[in-house]
């Protein structure tokens, strides 16, 4: 197993499918954070054939809430002193509001910059979320 890099306190996003670990890293906002921040794509795994992992460094606290959306079975590792101290399960939001962007172009939420976007969970075993102002099923595949 290739260590790209170990962390000392942080958190390690684990067993994210491969695609989704540049979605997360992008809805996280985690180009933006001065630590140290490992996006690794397409690690080998075991029982995932590939799989895609983010290590962020002293941050302990991240929106676990698009992690969940994003990959709802992906794994979270809080780390302190190099050792897993928690695992974090992810559960997914009821609502979600101001994270996603509804891509339904006509909707009021993309096109009226005052109205923040909101989705609302239709279907926890699809990972399905509908926005609240259109009716759009929200597609992480897009
Ligand atoms: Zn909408």
Known sequence: MLEITSLKNGIVIDHV???????????????????????????????????????????????????????????????????????????LPEVIENILTCQNPKCISTSERSVTSKFILINPEETKYKCAYCDHIYDVEE
């Open 17 to 91: 499918k491969p695609g989704n670990g540049i979605k997360i890293f992008e809805l996280l906002g985690l180009a933006d954070l001065d630590d140290q921040v490992a996006l690794i794509l397409n690690a080998e795994s075991s029982n995932m054939g590939r799989k895609d992992i983010i290590k962020v460094e002293n941050h302990q606290d991240l929106d676990l809430d698009i992690v969940s959306i994003i990959d709802p079975t992906a794994t979270v590792n809080i780390i302190e002193n190099e050792e897993v101290v928690e695992k974090k399960v992810l559960e």
